[in-house]
């Protein structure tokens, strides 16, 4: 458990909507629901939100919804999701290749189509009424809150090893095409993808990566990480080992920005799009704007 | 407190952004904002949600937040939003009033211009980007997802008393409009208005009332309720003797319909916007619908 852990007043209602979500998608109502929510209301209510980070949440009340719902331990409450989202962003997927293919700057738009896979968050509960296709067709009009692109640039240049932590399904297929165009930049390093160890909200695990062909491109480990991001005091042994051997980190998504920005590591470059106030105030980008943002600068 | 109280689970994750709205607005921060979420929790704990309606949660944090704002018994959270919500309207009133009087059925579009202040929720802070304007201009164009209008007609043509239970700020300057229009309807019907006793979210209580001049055309009066909505065994004995005389009641807003629904008395017509899937499912309307309602066919 991080030592630094702490849950914002901001992340509360923000947690009983994600509970709310699980307990629509796992079919969990009336009494066994009230169980549900009083189980996260308890951990915030015996912690104050201190010692532990929304993510411990998040996955406390994932288990404790698959056990309500009956359904065993290997029930993946968002797995529909993830396979709807991964085939949707697969339906799009030649199309954005072909345009990262013909750009004057293809590892610039390739670090776009990452940032905007992390946009589509065909997933999130939220934007379920998401227009995927108006949303792809205006990427190109997409503006960057921040931007470290050379930074980014000269470390992928001089890079032997790249790990490449994902977040969810759906943008993975982005991840993919943004992999291919930083192999083409530099293709002597060596890429490895790390997805979760459990299923959670809408994360990649392993079957999802694979579903989409990552693991063509790309090594895809498990980071064993059982929680939406990455604390790595929880990681696997062998997780460990790459991100501290790593010339170069990419971190997409909020969870992992939330659980890795302290690590104030400069080979850290954190991808995706501000989607709430208190990421707005971590990363200081406003709401919404697309993010490459080199770590290292706090702590 | 009300026997059949009970709060449904599609209301928690509602009353937590409530409780985050109330927070954001009293300013209340940090170690005091997590104080105020688990006088919340706890309260739902304790209960579990049995005994009690969401209008007892959100009169209880309301009093927590003001407690915790240290800015005295007198402090209405809301108080600025309700004065802009109420200005914002009256903006609009002499356009909407002119319209009404050329209607071929101005009784009519009195109904539809009452459920339309609810649409134009001013206070309601998921509202706060809406665009009034809009809404105004496609006034016209919004549809009733039910109309119980010649059953309203015919009663209020009969009636000799009638009470207004009125429900936001902003609102009830459209409320004014329909109770003139009810007058010219039947010269002969006398209206109270009812506001409540005690400042709660954006709910009108007699200042807001005044300020609109809604005194200049019915007498106003405390429900005594201090919930957003009405529980009758929590009114006062002056607003119960109206209520149990009146030949006609109307209801505003969904805290309304949500507390007397169960009241299953025909005499009740309730005006509203469908605001969420648990109202849908309460009144048989779809989300998002206007709803001219008669009471009585439950219970």
Known sequence: MSKRGYIPLDCYPCLFEQVSSLAKITGIGGEKGKELFEHAMRRLLD??????????????????????????????????????????AMRFAGAFDKKLRESPDPLQYGVKIAA???????GAKKHGSLDVEKELRTLDDR????????????RLRAASSLLYICDN?????????????MQ?????????????????INDVVFADAHAVGLDEVAAVISSGSIY????LDETSDEFRRLYERADLIVSKGQGNLETLLDEADERLFFILRIKCDQM??????????LVLMQGGERG
């Open 169 to 181: 399904a759906g943008e993975i297929v982005f991840d993919k095409l943004f992999i291919e165009a």
């Open 47 to 88: 912690t104050r939100g201190k010692g532990i980070v929304v993510q411990h949440v998040v996955r406390s009340a994932t288990d404790k919804a698959i056990a309500l719902s009956g359904r065993g331990d290997g029930y993946d409450p968002y797995g529909d999701i993830k396979r709807q989202s991964n085939d949707a």
């Open 280 to 289: 707005a105030r971590l990363s200081g980008v406003e709401k919404g704007a």
């Open 184 to 200: 083409r930049y530099n293709p002597a390093v060596e890429i490895t993808c790390a997805v979760r160890e459990a299923p959670v």
């Open 116 to 122: 905007a896979g992390n946009i589509i968050d065909f």
């Open 228 to 231: 939406p991001g990455t604390l």
């Open 143 to 154: 503006e960057f809150g921040r931007f470290d692109f050379a930074a980014f640039a000269d």
